[in-house]
T-cell receptor, first 112, second 114 residues
Framework: GNSVTQMEGPVTLSEEAFLTINCTYT??????LFWYVQYPGEGLQLLLK?????DKGSNKGFEATYRKETTSFHLEKGSVQVSDSAVYFC???????????FGTGTRLQVTL | DAGVIQSPRHEVTEMGQEVTLRCKPI?????LFWYRQTMMRGLELLIY????????DSGMPEDRFSAKMPNASFSTLKIQPSEPRDSAVYFC????????????FGDGTRLSIL
């Protein structure tokens, strides 16, 4: 079956620090990969996606590269801001499965 | 473009009462999903529809929960009778047919059962 494993949180960083949130996956078939962000009191929003190997998704300074050889899709940002404090979810969708498989989410707290 | 619209945003009711949550998906999307999110259990998929037909309801916790999609632009999730352990945030999401298309989420309904 399909599964997504994310690093445990919470992750606490100072403003302007470098962020990495690890995500690895197991999938039957060739998945599309997604990162979602959930700000306090809100729904999940798509942050970025990648649909084939070596694709890099990017948005709002965040990046993630689809690494088929390591089955990974790690989220990175060079300089985090307090406003980036949220829960981040890694997810996948395969051609044979219409639903998303989510990781458990990683809470990021950025302090001044 | 209008996103996924859920109503109500908040619902507080007493146990034993019937609760109905509503969702309007993005126009043209073939799939509709209902999720529940709690601190203890995280994000759980309850049920999803394809072209208004329920495909997988294995996540529905009990017979007290039911979901319908009478047409492409409307779905309901009903809890009858409600219990305090049903308190959670319920999200609706919709997506297109292709695997490279993401799900789009509504803002959720925060449900409190007293």
């Amino acid at each position: 079956g399909n599964s997504v494993t994310q690093m445990e949180g919470p992750v606490t960083l100072s403003e302007e620090a470098f962020l990495t949130i690890n995500c690895t996956y197991t999938a039957t078939g060739y998945p599309s990969l997604f990162w979602y962000v959930q700000y306090p009191g809100e729904g999940l929003q798509l942050l970025l996606k990648a649909t084939k190997a070596d694709d890099k998704g990017s948005n709002k300074g965040f990046e993630a590269t689809y690494r088929k050889e390591t089955t990974s899709f790690h989220l990175e940002k060079g300089s985090v801001q307090v406003s980036d404090s949220a829960v981040y979810f890694c997810a996948l969708r395969t051609r044979t499965a219409s639903k998303l498989t989510f990781g458990t989410g990683t809470r990021l707290q950025v302090t001044l | 473009d209008a996103g996924v619209i859920q109503s109500p945003r908040h619902e507080v009711t007493e146990m034993g009462q019937e609760v109905t949550l509503r969702c309007k998906p993005i126009s043209g999307h073939d799939y509709l999903f209902w999720y529940r999110q709690t601190m203890m259990r995280g994000l759980e998929l309850l049920i999803y529809f394809n072209n208004n037909v329920p495909i997988d309801d294995s996540g529905m916790p009990e017979d007290r929960f039911s979901a319908k999609m009478p047409n492409a632009s409307f779905s309901t999730l009903k809890i009858q009778p409600s219990e305090p352990r049903d308190s959670a945030v319920y999200f609706c999401a919709s997506s297109g047919q292709n695997s490279n298309q993401p799900q789009h989420f509504g803002d959720g309904t925060r449900l409190s059962i007293l």
